[in-house]
């Protein structure tokens, strides 16, 4: 059976035609009001569950960049410490070879003494120091100070400050001040000051110089592990600016309409 055309049913269609391309028009209007693709979750479902994935991949790289630029500030604040350790140790091993020398006379050997007791609160100071109000040598310890006027070591064992670069790496930022200074009766600033009374007592102080050289050495592989680790936060930093990029790229293509096409 054919289909008789009336006027009517023509006028019906062209209606239809007409509210059609006005609803696309009005859909690229919007599209180049927001210079977005997607204006509601309806317009494009998958590209939604697209853009919502990579949004959040961005805001956990945000993240990463936030850990990572603490992280370099920790590391940074440490390699200076280290630096001036290693500074102050060896200026302290000096000292107490002119100490042994038998030539040098008691008022010599007094004002050596002084300069260590200086050397050794210097030391302690660095071994205290801070970055954002937390000790760089004593883990997670609030104390406020890694080591005590008795130089006692305040961390716990095994506590350490991570940073979490990516979604499976994490990278110490800080130094375990109990390896590098010792504690208590064992540590460097007992051994200055073991070494400065015994100069003011006119005693043999020559022992003291493989307890200074092991710390000495301890303070170089530290600072060398220190670097180690530096190196793997840059590169890490490296590596999530690269995706930073990447997502951008991918939510771009997702969301942002091609303004030539939709014009």
């Known amino acids: 059976m054919i ?8 006028m019906a269609a062209a209606e239809r035609g007409l509210q059609a391309s006005a609803t696309r028009m009005g859909a ?47 590391m ?4 200076s410490s280290m630096t001036q350790v290693t500074n102050l140790l060896n200026r302290v091993r000096d000292l107490t070879l002119q100490g042994v020398n ?3 006379s008691p008022e010599g050997r007094n004002a050596i003494a002084v300069e260590l007791d200086g050397l050794k609160q210097d030391l302690l100071g660095v071994a205290n120091t801070k970055f954002l109000g937390r000790t760089i040598f004593a883990g997670n310890s609030d104390t406020g100070a890694a080591f005590t006027a008795d130089y006692l070591f305040t961390g716990s064992a095994g506590s ?12 110490r930022v800080d130094v375990d001040g109990r390896s590098v200074f010792g504690e208590g009766a064992d540590s460097v600033f007992a051994l200055i000051g073991t070494v400065a009374d015994g100069l003011r007592e ?4 020559s022992d003291a110089l493989t307890g200074l050289e092991g710390f000495l050495k301890k303070t170089i592989g530290g600072h060398a ?17 690269e995706k930073v990029t990447s997502l951008e790229n991918q939510r771009s293509d997702i969301e942002d309409p091609d303004l030539a096409k939709t014009a």
């Open 28 to 74: 690229l209007q919007q599209k180049a009001t927001d210079l977005r693709n997607i204006s509601k979750v309806s317009d494009d479902p998958a590209a939604a569950a697209d853009s919502l994935k990579v949004r959040a991949e961005q805001r956990a790289a945000d993240q990463y960049s936030r850990n990572i630029e603490n992280g370099a500030g920790w």
């Open 202 to 205: 006119g005693a043999d102080v």
């Open 225 to 241: 592990e220190l670097g180690a680790r530096h190196s793997r936060l840059l590169r890490s930093e490296e590596v999530n600016m």
């Open 160 to 171: 350490t400050v991570e940073r979490r670069v990516s979604e499976g790496e994490t990278i």
């Open 102 to 104: 038998g030539s040098i």
């Open 76 to 79: 940074a604040t440490a390699d």
């Open 3 to 10: 289909s008789r055309v009336t006027p009517q049913t023509q």
